[in-house]
């Protein structure tokens, strides 16, 4: 069955500092979502990752993926206010049709 | 505009009540989702629709129905068997990648507004 995990779940960052959230999946996996969410409203799409070793940059967040250890990395450069919300990641199954979604970190970026 | 619509925002449900949330997409998407999100937790999959008249269950899908008769439709009932419905009910569309061969595609669910369903 598969599973994902994300740390931390709560994360709480000066502004212009650097941090990385983490998740980890349990079971083969070759695609993997991250998205943001503001309080009170639906998700927004961030990155696809595809494959192994895929990264994607948008603004100051960096995503990437490494299959081999089921573990996909969203690194925040230089911390904005405006970054604060709740990230999840979510891994499609190998049959193509559920997406698992982890807890999500809550990313909290203080003055 | 392409999109997906939920309706109503907000919606209150008296005990022993059924209420049906709305769902509708004009991308022209094979799949559709209900997810529930309670505070402060992750999104949990009810059910799921990968063609028309066909769902399956999801993770959570005890006193919860669905209907797919129309491609653009995916509407969800709260039955009164569900003793805890107070959350936020999300619905999502994507292409379905069974049908690509699995294929790797840059496409995502695309997600509604969402309904926030409370009990009276």
């Known amino acids: ?111 | 505009d392409g999109g997906i619509t939920q309706s109503p925002k907000y919606l209150f449900r008296k005990e022993g009540q059924n209420v049906t949330l709305s769902c509708e997409q004009n991308l022209n998407h094979d799949a559709m989702y209900w997810y529930r999100q309670d505070p402060g937790q992750g999104l949990r999959l009810i059910y799921y629709s990968q063609i028309v008249n066909d769902f399956q269950k999801g993770d959570i899908a005890e006193g919860y129905s669905v209907s797919r008769e129309k491609k653009e439709s995916f509407p969800l009932t709260v039955t009164s068997a569900q003793k805890n419905p107070t959350a936020f009910y999300l619905c999502a569309s994507s292409i379905d990648r069974r049908r690509t061969g699995g294929v790797p595609l840059q496409e995502t669910q695309y997600f509604g507004p969402g309904t926030r369903l409370l009990v009276l």
Request: charged fraction near 20%; hydrophobic fraction near 35%.
């Open chain 1, 1 to 111: 069955e598969l599973k994902v995990e994300q740390n931390p779940l709560f994360l709480s960052m000066q502004e212009g500092k650097n941090y990385t959230i983490y998740c980890n999946y349990s079971t083969t996996s070759d695609r993997l979502y991250w998205y943001r969410q503001d309080p009170g409203k639906s998700l927004e799409s961030l990155f696809v990752l595809l494959s192994n070793g895929a990264v994607k940059q948008e603004g100051r967040l960096m995503a990437s993926l490494d299959t081999k250890a089921r573990l996909s990395t969203l690194h925040i450069t230089a911390a904005v206010h405006d970054l604060s919300a709740t990230y999840f990641c979510a891994v499609e199954g190998t049959s193509y049709d559920k997406v698992i979604f982890g807890p999500g970190t809550s990313l909290s970026v203080i003055p």
